[in-house]
């Protein structure tokens, strides 16, 4: 609360990044927010879809339309001028509707898996590559799941050669440090390769206020 | 995936509707749907008092918490209200110029290279 008035001058305008995190029920995608942010907590208010309306016993509530989304969300600040948001994706499917929201303008998604269900990345998997957001794996490695090889999940889950798959602590800060930097070096590598990346509408001279 | 049936609502929600704190309002005034990490900041000139009574006590909160750079998600956690709410909320101070959105530097949807290579520097000196 020092901080009043002074942070739109001296520092300049802030800067928001969100890296989108993404895997099944239980993958531990809130371990790894809080590994490495201070998590807070976030309400959403949504329209039923009609998908989520056959999984909603809605009888006896009436003209019930919304339901509430509760997620988490991380904070990371890189300075005075950059912060960092790390956003986990409701586990279940009916919220599919939340991740158009959640995917907007993210840099790039990590994909959490849990070797026990791998199945659980599937939708995850192909969510991205529909939209073409940048995306790793990272398959948390859980002490009592066996230990795969990264390459028999990448087999697994059908990946396409370019993207990264990589082994991951999600209780560890500096694992999940490395998962984060992972994902912006392949972003900046799937750029500078250029071609049928993603980022089809890069604007170079994006002259938007 | 077979995990709806683990989902397990642990709030019955509030005994006030969320949408009542904007008079039934869902949309935002401006129609401008907010990012979730859209940076906004109280505008500096705004008159402190003025208009105080118009404003209602979430109004009033959302200006408060706004006094330095935030995004749309740490007010709603702020708040403790769905962003659906805060957003229309925020828009009605967006329309009365109490509040503005920081335009985000280097243009256009996606970050240039510059920037996801200080995002990169930023992560390495965690």
Known sequence: ?209 | MGSGDKWVDRNSGPVVRPYALTGGRTEPADGEVLDLITVIVAARTAGEIDDAIRLSPEHRKILGLCRRQVTLADVASDMALPVGVVRVLLADLIQEGRITVVPRRAGGQQPSTDLLKEVLHGLHAL
């Open chain 1, 1 to 209: 609360m020092g901080s009043t008035l002074s942070d739109g001058g001296a520092d300049g305008p802030l800067t928001a990044f969100k890296i989108v995190i993404a895997g099944g029920f239980g993958a531990g995608k809130t371990t790894l927010v809080s590994a490495i942010s201070e998590v807070r907590p976030l309400n959403t208010e949504e329209a039923l879809s009609s998908a989520s309306v056959s999984f909603d016993d809605l009888s006896g509530v009436g003209s019930k339309t919304t339901t509430t989304v509760a997620m988490d969300f991380g904070r990371i600040t890189m300075g005075a001028r950059l912060v960092l948001y790390l956003f986990g994706t409701p586990g279940q499917e009916r919220f599919w509707f939340m991740w158009d929201e959640l995917c907007f303008g993210a840099l790039g998604a990590v994909i959490l898996a849990d070797t026990r269900r791998l199945d659980d990345c599937f939708p995850s998997v192909d969510y991205f590559e529909k939209r073409q957001l940048p995306f790793i794996v990272a398959i948390n490695c859980f002490d009592d799941a066996p230990h795969y090889d990264p390459a028999d999940v990448r087999i697994a889950l059908d990946l396409d050669p370019r993207v990264p798959a990589v082994l991951c602590d999600a209780r560890q800060a500096g694992s999940v440090k490395q998962v984060l930097i992972t994902l912006v070096e392949h972003i900046l590598s799937s750029r500078s390769s250029g071609g049928s990346e993603p980022w089809p509408t890069q604007a170079a001279t994006g002259s938007r206020l």
